[in-house]
């Protein structure tokens, strides 16, 4: 228990749980579900909960839960996925969510996790900490039945309508397979598929109850709901192709919808999809976020999690100025595969800890970050040898919010 400005940041207690719940609404301004609780409990156990306290009063709380996460390489990396981050309207700008970052963050080391990730309701709030964005969404709009396919895109079919009870058997699977292709992608606990996909309360939410498609390879799922203009919308919530034959094909039934003036999805830098029709115009993107956040705690141990896309002989530089994560480290990678130890040689390369995070699942570069004076390189050849190395084969993403 640490005791600061008044307040005391302690670990929940089981019977808090409706505390904190309304602190979350306020702060949030949302509606809490009473049916959604028992599995967010489950998702996020209590038990991991830190809270702020100002005498009988809770002001501030943060959980999370370890996940497992795939990186570039088809490999994986164990990491804090932390969540439900609130200060009490009463309570703001005296440190409390500095408070509780410094207790998580010890946690994470004293579990040995290399990375924390989460996603941030701000953009401004957690560079300080060592944060950067690191997965990318567009967000986009397609005019419904105005989409032609290219006489070169296949239709390889094999995709039926599943009934919820299907869904139940085959989603939770072909999500499995999915997430450990794509980097950012977590395992998903069934008790988070049962909160925000199967639970009765998700199913009789405003609009159609969720529809879901289902390929071998893949599957979709969308609702419809008419909008303010009265146009019928569908929204495309989950779209996990495995394969590019289970991603055409499950994109020629959404864009076959009839009666639909709208379909909105969100799609990677590199979706194909635009370039599967005549013309490409027709994916508009309305908005782009960033998707999740990480910050590395352990330098050595994330970077050799992952694998790379060429060779490396390097030396970096790495300032943390929130922890003590930074330092030097010799990076050396071959056929994709990295070493990594500290070092005292002079550094070919400089950044943050926070560009470091942003780099990590291969979606942002290196180049855009050094154009900006983000990182510092000794020479164009290591900037260019660094920012090739960190891409990634398939883009990151999201496998689901929390
Ligand atoms: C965001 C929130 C958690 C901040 O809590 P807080 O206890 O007021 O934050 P702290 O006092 O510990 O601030 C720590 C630092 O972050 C900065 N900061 C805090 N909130 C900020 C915001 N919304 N925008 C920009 N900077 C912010 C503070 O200025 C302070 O900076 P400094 O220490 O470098 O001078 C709180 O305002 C909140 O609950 N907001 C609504 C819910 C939310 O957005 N939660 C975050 C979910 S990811």
């Not at 940041?9 to 749980?17: I, P, Q, T, W, Y």
């Not at 981050?85 to 998580?104: D, E, K, N, S």
């Not at 029709?277 to 990480?294: E, F, I, N, S």
């Not at 926070?354 to 020479?379: C, E, M, P, W």
Request: proline content about 6%.
């Amino acid at each position: 228990m640490a005791s600061t400005n008044g307040f005391l940041v302690r670990s929940a207690r089981a019977d808090e749980r409706a505390e904190i719940l309304r602190l979350s609404e306020i702060c949030f301004g949302i509606r809490v579900n009473p049916a959604d609780t028992e599995f967010g409990t489950q998702v996020f156990p209590t038990e991991r909960a830190l809270v702020a306290v100002d005498g009988d009063q809770i002001v501030g709380h943060a959980n999370d839960r370890v996940m497992t996460v795939t990186v570039p390489g088809e490999r994986t990396v164990q990491a804090s996925g932390v969540t439900s981050v609130v200060v009490a309207p009463t309570h703001r700008r005296r440190g409390i969510l500095r408070a509780l970052y410094t207790r998580l963050h010890e946690r994470s080391e004293s579990e040995k996790l290399p990375l924390t990730i989460f996603t941030a309701s701000e953009g401004t709030i957690y560079g300080r900490f060592g944060y950067g964005p690191t997965v990318v969404a567009n967000e986009i709009s397609i005019r419904g039945r105005t989409a032609e396919f290219r006489s070169t895109t296949p239709d390889p079919g094999g995709v039926r309508m599943a009934t919820l009870e299907q869904a139940k058997t085959v989603l939770p699977e072909i999500y499995d397979r999915w997430r450990r292709l794509v980097p950012g992608a977590q395992i998903r606990p069934e008790a988070r598929w049962q909160q925000r996909v199967f639970a009765d309360a998700v199913q009789n939410e405003g609009g159609s109850p969720p529809f879901f498609l289902v390929h071998p390879d893949g599957y979709a799922i969308f609702r419809r709901a008419w909008n303010d203009a009265g146009k019928n919308v569908a929204t495309v919530q989950e779209l996990r192709p495995i394969t590019p034959e289970a991603h055409i094909a499950l994109w020629r039934v959404l864009l076959s919808l009839d009666l639909v003036s709208t379909i909105e999805a969100e799609l990677t830098d590199h979706d194909p999809l635009p370039y599967l029709v005549t013309d490409p115009r027709l994916v508009k993107v309305t908005g782009r976020h960033d998707a999740l956040w990480a910050r590395v705690m352990d330098v050595p141990a994330a970077l050799s999690a992952r694998t790379y896309r060429r060779d490396l002989d390097i030396v970096l530089s790495v300032q943390d100025p929130f922890r003590a994560a930074g330092g030097s480290f010799a990076l050396r990678v071959r056929d994709g595969i990295a070493e990594c130890e500290p070092t005292d040689r002079a550094p070919d390369l400089e950044l943050g800890i926070d560009v470091l995070g942003s780099l990590y699942f291969g979606a942002y570069r290196a180049r855009a970050f050094a154009a900006a004076n983000r990182i510092q390189a000794k020479d164009p050849g290591t900037l260019r040898a660094f920012d090739e190395a960190f891409t990634s084969e398939r883009d990151a993403e999201l496998g689901w919010f929390f």
